[in-house]
Nanobody, 123 residues
């Protein structure tokens, strides 16, 4: 199993930047790709971004494309989500997750989840 711990959330003004991190431990060699999802109050969990663990491939939700960047450091087993030009609608709990296989945008593909970190964007 893989254990995930997110950090770096907080309160930021609209237009600002924030970086959240996710540290993985355990059977990290089982990971094929890693993703970020978010959930706002009263809304469903939604895909934000994903990255291959071993290949130079990323994918983004249309709502964050051009503003967010996902990256990883395999030596440290950490995945990052750099969020720029933040908007109030980016507010939510951000979760990182890992998967062996499946569809990157589908949360049901992911086997391990972190506890989440709150990101609040004020207008």
């Amino acid at each position: 199993q893989v254990q995930l711990v997110e950090s770096g959330g907080g309160l930021v003004q609209a237009g600002g930047s924030q970086r959240v991190s996710c540290a993985a431990s355990g059977h990290t060699s089982d990971i094929s790709f890693m993703g970020w999802f978010r959930q706002a109050p009263g809304k469903e969990r939604e895909f934000v971004a994903a990255i291959s663990r071993n290949f130079d491939a990323t994918e983004y939700a249309d709502s964050v494309k051009g503003r967010f960047g996902i990256s990883r450091d395999n030596d440290k087993n950490v995945v990052y989500l750099q969020m720029n030009s933040l908007k109030p609608e980016d507010t939510g709990v951000y979760y990182c997750a890992t998967a062996h296989s499946g569809t990157w945008r589908d949360w049901t593909s992911y086997n391990s989840w972190g506890q989440g970190t709150q990101v609040t964007v004020s207008s």
